[in-house]
């Protein structure tokens, strides 16, 4: 498969493909990532509202989609990755994305304050959230921090992140309730201290 095509690997949409422009920052998350990501949320998934933070080639919040989310949000301030998310939701002929072309840190702010239009509904909190910010950035412990505090999280929300494995990782005020390892990576669940403890 070219380099700047990812594979949706379950749900409705099982094995289309998905376009990006190449570059650096657009790491697409491994297939083995997302098949173990998408188990831990197999009874949660369906009918949720997600953001994909950092969407890059969309392949999170699209699998998302795929597998039965209500909503999606993608956001990235790169010109031509927001320009792929739009023409792959085009071409799956779904109308329960919005695409934003913002930083996460400005797009979390404003939702915080006004909502965000989706699918003719306002929403100001989410039931799934995807960081899978660049490497060796700062962009994960600052977008945990504003998710803390703009109260953008429904009680049952999670939160799955994605960091380099030898990455130092601040979890203050976060619970890990999943964590697994993958060629150079750690990814893994997140929800607020004080919410209740994901069932097993």
Not at 60 to 75: D, I, K, M, W
Not at 97 to 117: D, E, K, N, S
Not at 143 to 149: G, K, R
């Amino acid at each position: 498969m070219p380099q700047n095509q990812v594979r949706i690997i379950g749900g409705f949409w099982k094995g289309r493909k998905l376009n990006f422009p190449p570059g650096a920052q657009r790491r697409p998350s491994l297939s083995r990532n997302r098949e173990t990501l998408f188990n831990w949320l197999a009874a949660t998934i369906a009918g949720s509202d997600c953001l994909d933070l950092f969407a890059g080639s969309g392949a999170l919040g699209f699998e998302a989609l795929s597998r039965g989310a209500r909503t999606l949000v993608s956001v990235d301030h790169d010109r031509r990755a927001v320009q792929s998310l739009k023409e792959n939701g085009a071409k799956m002929k779904t109308e329960r994305l919005t695409v934003r072309r913002q930083t996460a840190a400005a797009f979390l702010r404003q939702a915080a304050a006004q909502g965000v239009l989706v699918a003719g509904e306002r929403l100001r909190s989410w039931d799934c959230i995807f960081l899978d910010p660049p490497f060796n950035t700062d962009l994960l412990p600052q977008t945990l921090a504003l998710l803390a505090s703009e109260r953008l999280l429904r009680p049952d929300a999670l939160i799955y992140f994605e960091a380099q494995r030898s990455a130092a990782l601040d979890l203050n005020g976060w619970s890990l309730v999943r964590d697994s390892q993958a060629a150079g990576t750690r990814f893994g669940l997140l929800r607020p201290i004080r919410s209740i403890p994901l069932s097993k």
